[in-house]
Protein backbone atom coordinates (compact mmCIF):
# COMPACT_ATOMS: atom_id res chain seq x y z
CA UNK A 1 0.00 0.00 0.00
CA UNK A 2 2.94 2.61 0.86
CA UNK A 3 4.38 2.14 -2.92
CA UNK A 4 1.17 2.32 -4.19
CA UNK A 5 0.61 5.62 -2.37
CA UNK A 6 4.04 6.35 -3.74
CA UNK A 7 2.89 6.22 -7.21
CA UNK A 8 0.67 8.83 -9.51
CA UNK A 9 0.00 5.84 -11.72
CA UNK A 10 -1.84 3.70 -9.33
CA UNK A 11 -3.25 5.86 -7.60
CA UNK A 12 -5.27 7.63 -10.66
CA UNK A 13 -8.58 5.01 -10.01
CA UNK A 14 -8.71 6.64 -6.48
CA UNK A 15 -10.31 9.92 -8.20
CA UNK A 16 -13.37 7.74 -9.71
CA UNK A 17 -15.50 7.98 -6.25
CA UNK A 18 -14.80 12.03 -6.86
CA UNK A 19 -17.51 11.71 -9.70
CA UNK A 20 -20.42 10.41 -7.60
CA UNK A 21 -20.17 13.89 -5.55
CA UNK A 22 -20.12 15.80 -8.64
CA UNK A 23 -23.31 13.43 -10.33
CA UNK A 24 -25.19 13.97 -6.62
CA UNK A 25 -24.52 18.08 -7.28
CA UNK A 26 -25.56 18.13 -10.87
CA UNK A 27 -28.55 16.05 -9.97
CA UNK A 28 -29.29 18.31 -6.97
CA UNK A 29 -29.35 21.15 -8.93
CA UNK A 30 -31.38 19.91 -11.68
CA UNK A 31 -34.06 19.03 -9.31
CA UNK A 32 -33.64 22.59 -8.09
CA UNK A 33 -34.34 23.89 -11.61
CA UNK A 34 -36.97 21.78 -12.26
CA UNK A 35 -38.81 22.14 -9.41
CA UNK A 36 -38.41 26.17 -9.83
CA UNK A 37 -39.78 26.00 -13.37
CA UNK A 38 -43.00 24.47 -11.62
CA UNK A 39 -43.98 27.26 -9.97
CA UNK A 40 -44.32 29.34 -13.19
CA UNK A 41 -46.48 26.70 -14.45
CA UNK A 42 -48.82 26.45 -11.04
CA UNK A 43 -48.96 30.61 -11.35
CA UNK A 44 -50.16 29.88 -14.88
CA UNK A 45 -52.47 27.44 -13.73
CA UNK A 46 -54.24 29.13 -10.82
CA UNK A 47 -54.20 32.33 -12.55
CA UNK A 48 -58.36 32.46 -12.71
CA UNK A 49 -58.88 31.16 -9.02
CA UNK A 50 -56.12 32.69 -6.61
CA UNK A 51 -55.23 36.37 -6.76
CA UNK A 52 -51.88 36.83 -7.15
CA UNK A 53 -51.07 38.78 -4.41
CA UNK A 54 -53.17 35.56 -2.11
CA UNK A 55 -51.35 33.13 -4.00
CA UNK A 56 -47.63 34.94 -2.87
CA UNK A 57 -48.50 34.92 0.57
CA UNK A 58 -49.68 31.47 0.79
CA UNK A 59 -46.68 30.47 -0.46
CA UNK A 60 -44.82 31.82 1.96
CA UNK A 61 -46.78 31.07 4.65
CA UNK A 62 -46.90 27.60 4.18
CA UNK A 63 -42.87 28.11 3.12
CA UNK A 64 -42.14 28.75 6.93
CA UNK A 65 -44.11 26.02 8.04
CA UNK A 66 -42.33 23.53 5.76
CA UNK A 67 -38.47 25.41 6.62
CA UNK A 68 -39.16 26.19 10.35
CA UNK A 69 -38.56 22.57 11.85
CA UNK A 70 -35.18 23.00 9.97
CA UNK A 71 -34.23 26.32 10.84
CA UNK A 72 -35.80 27.75 13.54
CA UNK A 73 -33.23 26.42 16.48
CA UNK A 74 -30.36 28.12 14.33
CA UNK A 75 -32.39 31.10 13.59
CA UNK A 76 -32.77 31.63 17.05
CA UNK A 77 -29.04 31.13 17.60
CA UNK A 78 -28.31 33.74 15.51
CA UNK A 79 -30.38 36.29 16.39
CA UNK A 80 -27.87 38.74 17.30
CA UNK A 81 -26.00 38.38 14.46
CA UNK A 82 -29.49 39.13 12.56
CA UNK A 83 -30.23 42.06 14.49
CA UNK A 84 -26.89 43.51 13.03
CA UNK A 85 -28.01 43.21 9.44
CA UNK A 86 -31.34 44.77 9.28
CA UNK A 87 -31.20 46.29 5.64
CA UNK A 88 -29.46 43.47 4.27
CA UNK A 89 -31.90 41.06 5.10
CA UNK A 90 -34.97 43.35 4.98
CA UNK A 91 -33.90 44.36 0.83
CA UNK A 92 -33.18 40.45 0.52
CA UNK A 93 -36.29 39.62 1.31
CA UNK A 94 -38.55 42.58 -0.09
CA UNK A 95 -36.62 41.84 -3.29
CA UNK A 96 -36.02 37.70 -3.82
CA UNK A 97 -39.36 36.89 -1.70
CA UNK A 98 -42.23 40.23 -1.55
CA UNK A 99 -41.27 41.46 -4.62
CA UNK A 100 -40.33 38.56 -7.08
CA UNK A 101 -42.59 35.96 -6.67
CA UNK A 102 -45.81 38.32 -6.75
CA UNK A 103 -44.58 40.00 -9.90
CA UNK A 104 -44.25 36.27 -11.71
CA UNK A 105 -47.99 35.40 -10.52
CA UNK A 106 -49.33 38.48 -11.44
CA UNK A 107 -47.71 37.56 -14.95
CA UNK A 108 -49.77 34.53 -15.60
CA UNK A 109 -52.92 36.67 -15.08
CA UNK A 110 -51.93 37.40 -18.63
CA UNK A 111 -48.84 35.61 -20.05
CA UNK A 112 -47.62 31.88 -20.67
CA UNK A 113 -45.68 30.11 -19.11
CA UNK A 114 -43.69 29.25 -21.40
CA UNK A 115 -42.57 32.88 -22.29
CA UNK A 116 -42.50 33.57 -18.14
CA UNK A 117 -39.85 30.84 -18.21
CA UNK A 118 -37.82 31.77 -21.46
CA UNK A 119 -38.20 35.52 -20.21
CA UNK A 120 -36.26 34.86 -16.81
CA UNK A 121 -33.41 32.50 -18.90
CA UNK A 122 -32.72 36.50 -19.15
CA UNK A 123 -31.57 36.79 -15.84
CA UNK A 124 -28.02 35.98 -15.62
CA UNK A 125 -27.94 38.85 -18.48
CA UNK A 126 -29.14 41.13 -15.68
CA UNK A 127 -26.59 39.64 -13.31
CA UNK A 128 -23.43 40.27 -15.73
CA UNK A 129 -25.37 43.75 -16.42
CA UNK A 130 -24.80 44.52 -12.14
CA UNK A 131 -21.39 42.72 -12.18
CA UNK A 132 -20.54 46.07 -14.70
CA UNK A 133 -21.92 48.31 -12.87
CA UNK A 134 -19.62 47.56 -9.86
CA UNK A 135 -16.49 47.98 -11.70
CA UNK A 136 -15.30 44.12 -13.46
CA UNK A 137 -14.72 44.30 -17.08
CA UNK A 138 -16.46 41.77 -19.24
CA UNK A 139 -15.14 40.23 -22.25
CA UNK A 140 -16.25 40.69 -25.62
CA UNK A 141 -18.12 36.90 -25.81
CA UNK A 142 -19.90 37.86 -22.52
CA UNK A 143 -20.99 41.39 -23.82
CA UNK A 144 -22.16 38.95 -27.30
CA UNK A 145 -24.10 36.14 -24.94
CA UNK A 146 -26.16 39.53 -23.40
CA UNK A 147 -26.31 41.05 -26.92
CA UNK A 148 -27.91 37.91 -27.72
CA UNK A 149 -30.19 36.77 -25.13
CA UNK A 150 -31.95 40.25 -24.97
CA UNK A 151 -32.03 39.76 -28.65
CA UNK A 152 -34.36 36.49 -27.97
CA UNK A 153 -36.36 38.41 -25.05
CA UNK A 154 -37.30 41.22 -27.29
CA UNK A 155 -38.35 39.09 -29.88
CA UNK A 156 -40.48 36.82 -27.71
CA UNK A 157 -42.47 39.68 -25.76
CA UNK A 158 -43.00 41.36 -29.31
CA UNK A 159 -44.26 38.36 -31.01
CA UNK A 160 -41.40 38.71 -33.54
CA UNK A 161 -42.50 42.52 -34.97
CA UNK A 162 -39.96 44.29 -32.48
CA UNK A 163 -42.29 47.29 -32.93
CA UNK A 164 -42.67 47.15 -28.26
CA UNK A 165 -45.84 46.05 -28.62
CA UNK A 166 -45.66 44.54 -25.31
CA UNK A 167 -48.14 42.33 -23.23
CA UNK A 168 -49.16 43.08 -19.94
CA UNK A 169 -47.80 39.77 -18.37
CA UNK A 170 -44.47 39.94 -20.02
CA UNK A 171 -43.87 43.41 -18.51
CA UNK A 172 -44.43 41.49 -15.21
CA UNK A 173 -42.04 39.44 -15.87
CA UNK A 174 -39.56 41.38 -16.85
CA UNK A 175 -39.98 43.13 -13.85
CA UNK A 176 -39.62 39.85 -11.90
CA UNK A 177 -36.55 39.88 -13.49
CA UNK A 178 -35.00 42.78 -12.54
CA UNK A 179 -36.01 42.11 -9.34
CA UNK A 180 -33.99 38.52 -9.30
CA UNK A 181 -31.24 40.06 -10.76
CA UNK A 182 -31.14 42.18 -7.65
CA UNK A 183 -31.57 39.59 -5.41
CA UNK A 184 -28.78 37.82 -6.67
CA UNK A 185 -26.54 40.48 -7.26
CA UNK A 186 -27.20 41.16 -3.23
CA UNK A 187 -26.85 37.83 -2.05
CA UNK A 188 -22.82 38.32 -3.19
CA UNK A 189 -23.21 40.49 0.35
CA UNK A 190 -24.35 38.37 2.79
CA UNK A 191 -22.11 38.10 5.63
CA UNK A 192 -20.52 34.67 5.84
CA UNK A 193 -21.22 34.27 9.61
CA UNK A 194 -24.47 34.04 8.49
CA UNK A 195 -26.02 30.57 8.25
CA UNK A 196 -27.62 29.79 5.27
CA UNK A 197 -30.47 27.92 7.17
CA UNK A 198 -31.37 31.20 9.26
CA UNK A 199 -30.88 33.39 6.30
CA UNK A 200 -33.71 31.29 4.51
CA UNK A 201 -35.81 31.07 7.34
CA UNK A 202 -35.54 34.90 8.12
CA UNK A 203 -36.10 36.15 4.31
CA UNK A 204 -39.16 34.00 4.15
CA UNK A 205 -40.72 35.49 7.36
CA UNK A 206 -39.74 39.17 6.80
CA UNK A 207 -40.90 38.42 2.77
CA UNK A 208 -44.35 37.09 3.90
CA UNK A 209 -44.61 40.16 6.97
CA UNK A 210 -44.17 42.42 3.93
CA UNK A 211 -46.77 40.72 2.17
CA UNK A 212 -49.43 40.97 4.56
CA UNK A 213 -50.65 44.33 4.36
CA UNK A 214 -51.51 43.91 0.34
CA UNK A 215 -52.38 40.51 1.23
CA UNK A 216 -54.92 42.18 3.50
CA UNK A 217 -56.23 44.62 0.74
CA UNK A 218 -56.57 41.93 -1.96
CA UNK A 219 -58.54 39.69 0.79
CA UNK A 220 -61.16 43.12 1.34
CA UNK A 221 -61.44 43.39 -2.16
CA UNK A 222 -61.44 40.81 -4.41
CA UNK A 223 -62.56 38.16 -1.59
CA UNK A 224 -60.62 34.60 -0.65
CA UNK A 225 -60.53 31.57 -3.13
CA UNK A 226 -62.08 28.35 -2.60
CA UNK A 227 -59.86 25.80 -1.05
CA UNK A 228 -60.54 22.82 -3.12
CA UNK A 229 -58.19 20.02 -4.49
CA UNK A 230 -57.58 22.09 -7.57
CA UNK A 231 -55.88 25.36 -5.41
CA UNK A 232 -54.81 23.90 -2.41
CA UNK A 233 -52.46 21.45 -4.26
CA UNK A 234 -50.80 23.91 -6.17
CA UNK A 235 -49.97 26.44 -3.07
CA UNK A 236 -48.72 23.24 -1.43
CA UNK A 237 -46.05 22.65 -4.56
CA UNK A 238 -44.76 26.19 -4.62
CA UNK A 239 -44.79 26.41 -0.68
CA UNK A 240 -43.06 23.03 0.45
CA UNK A 241 -41.65 21.98 -2.99
CA UNK A 242 -40.59 25.17 -4.77
CA UNK A 243 -39.56 27.07 -1.61
CA UNK A 244 -38.63 24.54 1.22
CA UNK A 245 -36.96 21.60 -0.81
CA UNK A 246 -35.60 23.44 -4.25
CA UNK A 247 -34.11 26.23 -1.67
CA UNK A 248 -32.58 22.52 0.16
CA UNK A 249 -31.70 21.05 -2.76
CA UNK A 250 -29.90 23.89 -4.40
CA UNK A 251 -27.92 24.71 -1.84
CA UNK A 252 -26.92 21.16 -1.28
CA UNK A 253 -25.58 21.68 -5.11
CA UNK A 254 -23.85 24.48 -4.75
CA UNK A 255 -21.68 23.29 -1.87
CA UNK A 256 -20.91 20.59 -3.40
CA UNK A 257 -20.02 21.29 -6.85
CA UNK A 258 -20.06 24.95 -6.15
CA UNK A 259 -22.31 28.09 -7.52
CA UNK A 260 -20.53 28.62 -11.13
CA UNK A 261 -21.07 24.80 -12.19
CA UNK A 262 -24.50 24.63 -10.34
CA UNK A 263 -25.51 28.35 -12.55
CA UNK A 264 -25.32 26.85 -15.86
CA UNK A 265 -27.58 24.35 -14.64
CA UNK A 266 -30.07 27.31 -14.12
CA UNK A 267 -30.05 27.45 -17.86
CA UNK A 268 -32.33 24.45 -18.47
CA UNK A 269 -35.22 26.57 -16.74
CA UNK A 270 -37.07 27.61 -20.22
CA UNK A 271 -36.95 24.25 -21.58
CA UNK A 272 -38.29 22.72 -18.51
CA UNK A 273 -41.23 25.19 -18.25
CA UNK A 274 -41.81 24.76 -22.01
CA UNK A 275 -42.14 20.94 -21.36
CA UNK A 276 -44.16 21.10 -18.27
CA UNK A 277 -46.57 23.78 -19.88
CA UNK A 278 -46.87 22.01 -23.15
CA UNK A 279 -47.76 18.69 -20.64
CA UNK A 280 -49.66 19.98 -17.92
CA UNK A 281 -51.70 23.31 -19.14
CA UNK A 282 -51.86 22.45 -22.93
CA UNK A 283 -49.73 25.36 -24.40
CA UNK A 284 -48.81 24.93 -27.74
CA UNK A 285 -45.13 25.71 -28.86
CA UNK A 286 -44.73 27.46 -32.24
CA UNK A 287 -41.61 28.07 -34.37
CA UNK A 288 -41.14 31.78 -32.87
CA UNK A 289 -41.15 30.40 -29.37
CA UNK A 290 -38.50 28.01 -30.20
CA UNK A 291 -36.57 30.41 -32.27
CA UNK A 292 -36.09 32.65 -29.04
CA UNK A 293 -35.68 29.83 -26.65
CA UNK A 294 -32.73 29.06 -29.11
CA UNK A 295 -31.16 33.00 -28.71
CA UNK A 296 -31.78 33.26 -25.00
CA UNK A 297 -30.14 30.03 -24.32
CA UNK A 298 -27.28 30.30 -26.85
CA UNK A 299 -26.88 33.78 -25.56
CA UNK A 300 -26.83 33.14 -21.68
CA UNK A 301 -24.23 30.13 -22.01
CA UNK A 302 -21.85 32.34 -24.68
CA UNK A 303 -22.08 34.85 -21.85
CA UNK A 304 -21.78 33.23 -19.05
CA UNK A 305 -19.03 31.25 -20.65
CA UNK A 306 -16.95 34.55 -21.03
CA UNK A 307 -14.54 35.60 -18.92
CA UNK A 308 -13.85 39.30 -17.27
CA UNK A 309 -11.19 40.80 -18.83
Known amino acids: MALLDRTPARTAPAAHPAAR ?3 AGLALAVLATVVWSGSFVTSRALHDTVP ?7 RWVIAIAAVAPFAARETWRQRRLLRAHPRFLLLAALLGVTVYNTLVNQAGLTTTAGNMGMIMAASPVLMALYERAGGARLGARRVTGM ?4 AGVLLLVSKGSLAMDFAVGDLWVIAAALSFGSYSALLRRKPAEIGGLPFLF ?3 VLGALMLLPVFAVSYAVQGGFEPTPGTVSPLLYVGVVSSAVAFFAWNK ?8 RAGIVYYLQPVCVALLSFALLGEAMGWLQVLCMGLILGGVVLGGAGRAR
Open 52 to 58: PVQHAFW
Open 202 to 204: STF
Open 147 to 150: LVAC
Open 21 to 23: PLG
Open 253 to 260: AVSIIGAA
